[in-house]
């Protein structure tokens, strides 16, 4: 049975609150309300998901797209405001149980907290983790110095090592689990100026496939997303990063970015929770140890 809990400073708890309860509305757009109205099938129904990195962009599109579908929602990230209002959003909007978690996954106490706090507010651990959790920083490799490369390894690797570590005896035991990491096409392939963040995305890759192959029998599969370039904040980022550098203005920047797709458009973050609820649902049991991207074209492997 799921318990309560009373709040403490580092994590906030939404139970099955509805708009005719009183719900603010957020200024944020729903994710959802934007890409239409989609149809509910309930797919993800008394299941838990844990989302790292929840509080905007794609793990925001994520947490409302798992939780359109009947998941309780554990959101988990650094920004306590941020998490917090994805958390009541989704709680008011769908009437599931969510959970605003601080959690920093550079930091294993703080990843071991998350966790003991999920599973005390829902009486176990998920059987959905989303490692979505990530940072990006562009460099020319002599200027990519000791602790930039530790950071993004710290983050974007061990973080979903970590967190995966946490979450599979749970899955182990209920012979049932899905592990999504948001990967990157730079997993995949190489670029100037990321040499520390391509290098600990290929590293998520390498992870996702020898556990999909470990796991194979169990009821769990473990899948990576590869996104191209994605509508959010790390993108804007990125576009002000090569204005600073080049003097390009942002559109002639954001023109650049959009051209190294084929569709010669970002992606947004609806579609990359379009597949992980793909993956996360019964219907993508099937799908094992894969590394799919979601880029328009850009990588054709
Ligand atoms: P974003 O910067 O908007 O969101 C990243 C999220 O991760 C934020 O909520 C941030 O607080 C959180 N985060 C960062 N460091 C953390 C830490 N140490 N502990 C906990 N949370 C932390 O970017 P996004 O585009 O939504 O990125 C999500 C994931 O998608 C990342 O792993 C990123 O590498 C990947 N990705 C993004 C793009 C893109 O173009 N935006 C492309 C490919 C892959």
Known sequence: MRGKRSATPLWMSFRKKRQTEGCR??????????????QIFMKLENRLALITGGGRGIGRAIAFAFAREGASIAVAARTRAQVESVAYEVACEFGVETLA????VADAESVGRAFAHTSEQFGGGPDILVNNAGIAETYPFVKTDEAMWQRHLEVNL????????????????????RVIN?????????????????????G????????????????????A???GYVDTEMTSRGIENIVA??????????????????????????EVAALALLLASEDGRGINGQAINVDGGTVLF
Not at 25 to 38: F, I, Q
Not at 101 to 104: G, L, N, Q, S
Request: glycine share 12%; with cysteine.
């Open 25 to 38: 509305t957020s200024k944020a757009p729903s994710p959802l309300r934007s890409a239409g109205a989609p």
């Open 101 to 104: 978690v601080e959690c920093d």
């Open 158 to 177: 061990t973080g979903t090592f970590r967190c995966t570590r946490l979450a599979l005896p749970g899955m182990l035991e209920h012979g049932w689990g």
């Open 182 to 202: 948001i990967a990157s096409i730079a997993g995949k392939t190489g670029a100037p100026y990321i040499s520390a963040y391509s290098a600990s995305k290929h």
């Open 204 to 223: 998520v890759l390498g992870l996702t496939r020898s556990l999909a192959l470990e796991v194979g029998a169990t009821g769990i599969t473990v899948n």
């Open 225 to 227: 997303i590869c996104p």
């Open 245 to 270: 550098k080049t003097g390009k203005s942002a559109d002639d920047a954001l023109a650049v970015l959009k051209r190294a797709s084929p569709q010669n458009r970002l992606v947004t973050g609806e």
